[in-house]
Nanobody, 123 residues
Framework: QVQLVESGGGLVQAGGSLRLSCAAS????????MGWFRQAPGKEREFVAD????????FYADSVKGRFTISRDNAKNTVFLQMNSLKPEDTALYYC????????????????WGQGTQVTVSS
C-alpha cells in the first residue's frame, strides 16, 4: 500500500509558476514509477508527466512539454511538478499517481492515487 499526498496548488496569474509536491508513504517509494495527471471540470482525467524509478527518464504530454518539469527525490519519498508559463487551460485538479510495473500513462494503469491539489490559472 502506498499513500500519496499532494500539496502546492493554488491560484496564479497566466504566465506564472507553481511547484507541486507529492509525498509518499508506505511501501518503498523507489520501487514505483511516478506520474501526474489532471482533471478539469467536465473533462476526463488526463496524463501530464511521468518519471522512472531512478529519475533519469521523464515523459510529458505534448500540452505541457517545455513548460512543466517532473522530478523526484527518493531520499525524501517525494515527487515534484514544476509548472512554468502557466496558461488558463492548465486549470485543473492535479493528481499524483504511482505504478509499480511501468510508467503511468493511462488512468487504468495507476495503482495508487493521491487526493488531488487544485491549480487555478487566471487570465
Amino acid at each position: 500500500q502506498v499513500q500519496l499526498v499532494e500539496s502546492g496548488g493554488g491560484l496564479v496569474q497566466a504566465g506564472g509558476s507553481l511547484r507541486l509536491s507529492c509525498a509518499a508513504s508506505g511501501r518503498a517509494f523507489s520501487d514505483y514509477y511516478m506520474g501526474w495527471f489532471r482533471q478539469a471540470p467536465g473533462k476526463e482525467r488526463e496524463f501530464v508527466a511521468d518519471i522512472t524509478w531512478g529519475g533519469l527518464t521523464t515523459f510529458y504530454a505534448d500540452s505541457v512539454k517545455g513548460r512543466f518539469t517532473i522530478s523526484r527525490d527518493n531520499a525524501k519519498n517525494t515527487v515534484f511538478l514544476q509548472m512554468n508559463s502557466l496558461k488558463p487551460e492548465d486549470t485543473a485538479l492535479y493528481y499524483c499517481a504511482a505504478r509499480n510495473n511501468g510508467p503511468p500513462r493511462r488512468v487504468g494503469q495507476v495503482n495508487y492515487w493521491g487526493q488531488g491539489t487544485q491549480v487555478t490559472v487566471s487570465s
